[in-house]
């Protein structure tokens, strides 16, 4: 058994599906861990399950919908003068759309929450993190093989410009969380800070069947075949408890396994393009200095 005790590690999306599972499999190991959950009864009710499934579970619940970077301010603000020491941050919680979604501050949905939310909260986080020479671990997908960042602006590509298709949306986000995976390693220098980008299998959950019968049916045909959360979760705790975080540092792992992503996904000049383009829409900052 893995010991986290004393360490503090906080999940986004930890209600449901991988996220909970990974909340679960940490307190598990002795972490406190902070619920980012959008909604207060599932976020009750996810953190009920997991105390009546670990003993001594230390949970706690925060609130934030990541398609409000306000919101996601808040979250940062509260959480860095609660914890001065971060060990983990797993950038989970993520959205399908089929339909094109625009969040109030002006960006397409999928990128919002997928990327550019959890690119703000980690910087807004980067002392605590840094401080503990902690863990980011981001949580992106084999299916960034169907997006397709350099087809047009990147600017209007995460402000939902142009004409829509859900699973390339979710494709560009995925890609997002693989440049910024990068980029943010190349940044971090000797900070001590490790950051990893996963993809956690294909596993039954919530994810695909909220918007579309198409999707719902695929997922429906498919769940048989499909891993359970806790089994999608085993990835994310594997690279959460490395002993060897510098094997790992800006690299794509396809479940335990380091694989090569998509050539968008490894173009270093769309990486630092999409950095600076991230902190300028999140109003972070000039994108031009690096993390430490
Ligand atoms: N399932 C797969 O086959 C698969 C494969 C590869 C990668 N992934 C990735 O795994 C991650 C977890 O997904 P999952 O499969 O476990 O799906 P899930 O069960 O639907 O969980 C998604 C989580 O994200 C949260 N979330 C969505 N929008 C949010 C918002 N605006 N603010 C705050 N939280 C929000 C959800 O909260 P609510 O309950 O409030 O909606 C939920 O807790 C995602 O990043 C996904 O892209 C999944």
New binding site residues.
């Given amino acids: 058994m893995k010991d986290l005790s004393g360490r503090t590690c906080a999940v ?9 599972k990974v909340a679960e499999g940490l307190a598990g190991y002795g972490a406190t861990v902070i619920m ?4 207060r009864d ?1 976020g009750e009710a996810a953190r009920s399950k997991i105390a009546a499934r670990v003993e001594g579970a230390e949970l706690r619940l925060r609130l ?4 409000a970077l306000d919101d996601v301010r808040r979250l940062a603000r509260d959480l860095s003068s609660e914890h001065s020491r971060l060990d983990l941050l797993v950038n ?5 759309r089929a339909k094109l979604e625009i969040t109030a501050d002006g960006f397409e949905k999928t990128m919002a ?2 990327h550019l ?1 959890h690119f703000l909260l980690t910087h807004l986080l980067m002392a605590p993190l840094t401080a503990a020479r902690g863990r980011v671990i981001n ?5 960034h093989t169907s997006g397709h960042l350099r087809r047009a602006p990147l600017e209007s590509i995460i402000r939902g410009d142009g004409d829509y298709d859900g699973f390339r949306a ?1 494709g560009d986000s ?1 890609t997002a969380n693989i440049l910024f995976t990068r980029e943010l390693a190349r940044r971090c220098g000797d900070s001590g800070l490790t950051v990893a980008a996963v ?10 069947n909220q918007n579309d019968n198409l999707s719902s049916l695929i997922v429906r045909l498919f769940k048989p075949l ?1 891993r359970s ?1 806790a089994s ?1 979760a085993r990835p994310c705790l594997w690279l959460a408890t490395r002993p060897d975080p510098d094997r790992m540092q800006g690299r794509y792992f396809v479940r335990m396994k380091e694989a090569l992503p998509q050539p968008d996904a490894r173009d270093d000049q769309l990486a630092r393009r999409l950095w600076e383009l991230s902190a300028r829409l999140t109003g972070t900052y000039d994108g031009a200095a690096d993390v430490q």
């Fill in positions: 986004t999306g930890a209600n449901s599906g991988i996220g909970q980012v959950c959008r909604n599932r934030c919908d990541l398609a989970n919680a993520g959205v399908y929450v997928n939310a949580v992106s997908s084999a299916a979710y995925k993809h956690p299998g294909a596993v039954a959950t919530r994810i695909y499909m959360p999608g």
